[in-house]
């Protein structure tokens, strides 16, 4: 992808095009600033979109396509489709540690809370954290402490509660992508902001896979043995949790984010300046497997079976 261009685009993806735009104009509108940027084109479970009618600055040359995968059932919508009571109003959260054995401790100085401990794999690679509720304010700080061998950090949420966030997400010490896993939902404010080395998540999945292990949103861990990159989702709720974004979300070049929920609705701006932006809204009781093919990331739906044992890494429905 062009330097010019650095993904600011706004997607909107729905099961059902047709049902946005009408049963004989198939298509939906990615946009950029309110303005009409691209065009999607539904075709089988991809949706292509070329970039045109971008302002003169911005326009790639030659015209550059990025593609977004979807799911058949999902729904991923603008606000301007989104009635009053999906756009959520944030209230104050804190960062509180969940009890559960994961060893996540926090440190507040101020209006930043720093992040340490938690449970590493064991292959060095994964750093897991678990909370019981997970918030920001506007104009707090959440410091995940890291180090050169950390590859990713990967922070659950297990209270049962969405979390808000109108902070900055931060990742120091280290290089690691930030993993963020709340089935209750993720609504990120007009305030919330990124300072990360690598990579960003969201995700309200159940289930995060590594291989044929998995790691559940709730319940006990064995976390050693989750080696290795994530490579795989689990949605086995039948109404998967919501991501709201409503903040200026950017990672840094080369680098690439993910927002995959059951609803996904997006009034931000999304940047990954020589990077990925993959908005997946998935539908309940399903699994997506992600695998890397060049630049282009392929999302391929299954369905997910009613068995698994969490404790022993294994997908608990």
């Given at each position: 992808m062009s330097n010019l261009f650095e993904k600011t685009v706004l997607l909107l993806v729905s099961v059902s095009i047709a049902s946005l735009c009408g049963e004989e104009q198939a298509q939906a509108y990615a946009l950029t600033n309110g303005a009409a940027a691209a065009t999607i084109a539904e075709n089988s479970t991809t949706l292509s979109v070329e970039l045109r009618s971008l302002p003169v600055a911005l326009t790639p040359t030659p015209p550059e396509t990025f593609t977004v995968q979807f799911a058949e059932s999902s729904r991923a919508i603008a606000s301007s489709l989104a009635p009053p009571s999906t756009r959520p109003q944030l209230v104050a959260q804190n960062i509180t540690p969940a009890a559960d054995g994961t060893n996540t401790r926090v440190t507040e100085q101020g209006r930043r809370t720093n992040i340490s401990g938690g449970t590493v794999s064991e292959d060095g690679a994964n750093l897991f954290h678990s909370f019981e509720e997970f918030g920001l304010s506007t104009g707090e700080i959440a410091n995940f402490l890291s180090n050169d061998q950390i590859r990713n950090i990967i922070s659950r949420v297990v209270g049962g509660d969405a979390s808000y966030i109108d902070g900055l997400l931060r990742v120091s010490g280290g290089n690691s992508n930030l993993f963020l896993l709340n089935p209750a939902g993720i609504l990120l404010g007009t305030n919330a902001r990124l300072d990360l080395p690598g990579s960003f998540t969201a995700t309200t999945a159940s289930g995060l896979g590594f291989g044929d292990r998995w790691l559940n949103a709730?319940?006990?861990?064995?976390?050693?043995?989750?080696?290795?990159?994530?490579?795989?989702?689990?949605?086995?709720?039948?109404?998967?949790?919501?991501?709201?974004?409503?903040?200026?979300?950017?990672?840094?070049?080369?680098?690439?984010?993910?927002?995959?929920?059951?609803?996904?609705?997006?009034?931000?701006i999304l940047t990954a300046p020589g990077g990925n932006i993959t908005i997946a809204a998935v539908p309940g009781e399903s699994r997506v497997r992600i695998s890397q093919e060049g630049q282009l990331l392929s999302l391929d739906?299954?369905?997910?079976?009613?068995?698994?044992r969490g404790s022993e890494g294994e997908l608990l429905a």
């Open positions: 709730i319940g006990t861990q064995d976390y050693s043995s989750l080696v290795g990159n994530p490579d795989g989702f689990a949605f086995t709720s039948s109404q998967p949790g919501a991501i709201f974004n409503a903040g200026n979300l950017a990672v840094s070049e080369g680098q690439n984010l993910f927002l995959l929920g059951g609803t996904v609705i997006n009034t931000g739906l299954e369905a997910v079976g009613n068995r698994g």
